[in-house]
């Protein structure tokens, strides 16, 4: 007769990992060696925190250093950078952004002219 007989499986639940950790943290500060366990802890916490500062620090920078503003040439809606140099994606305008606006970037000695337009109410007379 083949008689089978059960396999006993032994699983214990995942809780049991964080009890040995513990019980080899507990052993290690009892034998004088606490300053281990706390160098990983506070490595494991900056693993832990790093991400979160990084992001909020990012978020931050990001809302004081992006521009969204419209090229002064062709009026086109883009987005850089504060205080550096570009070009306009639409019309290739060299521009420099500077507190939160666009200006044309004009080389040195060139007269920058903003056009007028002037309505013509009074007619000449011959």
Known sequence: MNQRTPKISLKLPAVSNWLVLLLIACVLVS???????????????????????????????????????????????????????????NCGEPLKIEQGHFYRLTPPGTIDVTAVEVSSVQQLED
Do not use: H, M
């Open 31 to 89: 034998i004088g060696l606490g300053w281990v366990v706390k160098s990983i802890l506070i490595l494991v916490g900056f693993l832990l925190l790093t991400p979160v500062v990084a992001f909020f620090g990012l978020q931050w920078w990001l809302k004081r250093n992006l521009v969204e503003d419209k090229c002064p040439v062709c009026q086109y809606e883009f987005t850089a950078l504060n205080q550096t140099q570009c070009q306009c994606a």
